[in-house]
């Protein structure tokens, strides 16, 4: 579920309505409204978080990544780190911007950092560029002015889920439901049965058969290394065929 949000104000609120929150007077916990998108259980905050407020600000200080944060999630940042080192060989290890980053766009991913995220409360951060293909809710909690901003909100849930065909060789119809955005291309009227996708098998190397691990090697360029010495031939009877 993605919540759009008009500032980093609201985008609090909303979080917190949302999320739960600690009190900053009494410091217990207020639980969250939505129990499969609360961060707590009334008494202590989870692990790994179910909701992630993002925004412009965050996102460039990575003030939402914290030391509890990379010790729950120390396997995966250490092999985004191997994933990041093998994509930009040379450059300095990722910074907390770009764990934040990584939790963003791995959204609803097994394996991956952003995997427990099942809702995101954003302000203008999710209009375009944005491939998490997990989305079926969208809130707009703000003024949509021109019917581009409303397209590229949208445009968020338009990702296909399953890409199986089905016994007449097309796709499967999708559906995402979509409040407070007025976007009136391809209104469908009704309420659609939702369809569950199919379960797919996550495919990963496992730790204890590393041993097993099949390398290649990295080839820069090639070289063409020609025997520039003269070539010559010596003929006898039997070369030449002679009888």
Request: hydrophobic share 35%; with cysteine.
């Amino acid at each position: 579920m993605i919540v759009v949000c008009n500032n980093t104000t609201v985008s609090e609120l909303v979080y917190r309505w949302i999320a739960g929150y600690e009190h900053p007077t009494t410091g217990k916990i207020v639980p969250g409204k939505l129990p499969i998108f609360r961060n707590e259980d009334g008494v202590h905050f989870f692990d790994k978080p179910n909701t992630l407020i993002i925004d412009s600000h965050q996102l460039e200080s990575g003030e939402r990544i914290d030391a509890n944060f990379k010790k729950v999630f120390a396997r995966e940042i250490e092999e985004y780190r191997k994933e990041y080192r093998k994509r930009f060989p040379g450059r300095d290890e990722p910074s907390d911007e770009d764990l934040l980053r990584e939790v963003m766009n791995t959204v609803g991913k097994p394996g991956k950092l952003g995997e427990n995220i099942k809702c995101v409360v954003s302000v203008s951060m999710l209009t375009e560029g944005w491939d998490v293909n997990t989305v079926t809710h969208i809130l707009g909690v703000r003024a949509f002015s021109t019917q581009l901003l409303c397209e590229q909100v949208v445009g968020r849930a338009l990702r296909r889920v399953d890409y199986t065909v089905n016994e007449n060789g097309l796709l499967n119809e999708e559906y995402a439901e979509v409040y407070g955005v007025p976007f009136n291309f391809l209104r469908f009227e009704g309420n659609p049965p939702p369809i569950a996708p199919k379960v797919h098998h996550r495919v990963h190397a496992l730790e204890s058969r590393s041993q097993y691990e099949i390398t290649f090697p990295r080839v820069f360029g090639y070289r063409y290394e020609l025997n520039e010495g003269n070539l010559s031939a010596k003929f006898t009877e039997e070369t030449m065929g002679r009888h």
